[in-house]
């Protein structure tokens, strides 16, 4: 059974076995990735970036997959219910895209003829650069977005995989950072400065025994005047059931238990529920409809679908918070 961790931890031993198998709230697994003993062309290094408001969705995530190398954008206009998607793949991407080791600090960056995307950190901000050509529908692409780290906590977990040692999956999960900046997407300009923008950041360093249908939800708004940021997943095995899941709130980490989903991963237009044994979480994830259809796209091996939850959390004194419509992201994957 996994459990907290609170003082730093390297990922793995000079075997390139998997040490910790747990979580925390803060960012205290190194990933000493030059022990590891995975091949690294079974090995998957993904930064992914998501900004929203209640205008605009921006994800934007950069891979080194292996084989092959990814950089996936997706942009959502909240307002025309338009939608913006593209996925490059660069194979044998060893020497144009070098992931950084830490989440707490290193840059990537890509370019050719098409595209350049950066990714950059100085202290508690971080930096997204982009200028992608044709990007959709003969529509170019043009972002620059400043983040500030705001002290938030983060999930952050490591995982073995009992009958694999050469498998793990690390990972950490960055919500409610500030953004500002500028997006342009055809004739349309979008200033995070206008209004409240949140910034997610999904840092993820895997290499699993076999095939996994993983599933992950993120929604976020307000429950009386705290910012609420929700965190469900799950999919890979279970003995992880429910390390990642958990809440934010005004930036503090609250750590959640298993939840049980329920959804059908090939109907873009399911409904969703999440609910834990003792009854204390109920939430149903209602794909969005607005515009008479549903708002999602695929972008490598994963399909993006936006909507909104409802339901309850009951919390530890039995205070019942209800939640009404946070805007939400429902990711399936295979991994």
């Not at 059974?1 to 998997?18: A, H, R």
């Not at 954008?73 to 991407?93: A, E, N, Q, Y």
């Not at 009992?162 to 900046?181: I, L, N």
Request: proline share 3%; hydrophobic share 35%; glycine share 8%.
């Amino acid at each position: 059974m996994y459990k907290e961790y609170l003082n730093t931890i390297s990922v793995f031993d000079k075997n390139g076995s998997v040490v910790p198998f747990g979580w925390s709230k803060e960012p205290v697994f190194f990933f000493n990735k030059i022990n590891r003993s995975a091949s690294m062309l079974r090995s998957k290094e993904t930064d992914t970036y998501c900004i929203m408001n209640s205008h605009l969705f921006l994800s934007v995530s950069i891979a080194n997959l292996g084989l092959y190398g990814a950089i996936g954008i997706v942009i959502i206009d909240f307002d025309s219910f338009r939608l913006g998607s593209k996925t490059v793949k660069k194979m044998f991407p060893f020497v144009k895209i070098r992931m950084p080791e830490s989440s707490l600090s290193g840059d990537v960056a890509y370019n050719d003829s098409q595209i350049g995307v950066k990714f950059s950190k100085a202290g508690p901000k971080r930096y997204l650069k982009c200028e992608f050509l044709n990007f959709d529908n003969n529509k170019n692409l043009y972002f620059n977005i400043e983040i500030d780290e705001n002290k938030v906590q983060s999930m952050n977990i490591a995982v073995p995989f009992e009958h694999s040692k050469t498998s793990y999956f690390t990972k950490r999960f960055m919500p409610q950072m500030k953004a500002s900046g500028i997006v342009r997407f055809g004739g349309n300009e979008y200033n995070l400065d206008k209004e409240p923008t949140s910034a997610f950041l999904d840092w993820t360093r895997i290499s699993v025994p076999n095939k996994f249908q993983y599933h992950q939800l993120i929604a976020e708004g307000m429950i009386k005047k705290s910012k609420i940021t929700l965190h469900f997943s799950g999919g890979i095995s279970g003995e992880t059931e429910g390390i990642e899941n958990c809440l934010f709130a005004d930036g503090k980490m609250i750590k959640l238990g298993p939840v049980k989903a329920k959804g059908h991963t090939k109907d873009i237009r399911s409904t969703w529920s999440f609910q834990d044994k003792e009854g204390n979480i109920y939430i149903e994830f209602v794909p969005s409809t607005k515009g008479g259809g549903s708002l999602n796209t695929k972008s490598d091996k994963k399909t993006i679908i936006y909507g909104n939850i409802y339901g309850h959390i009951i919390d530890e004194k039995g205070k019942i918070n209800k939640i009404d419509g946070f805007d939400s992201i429902l990711i399936n994957s295979t991994i």
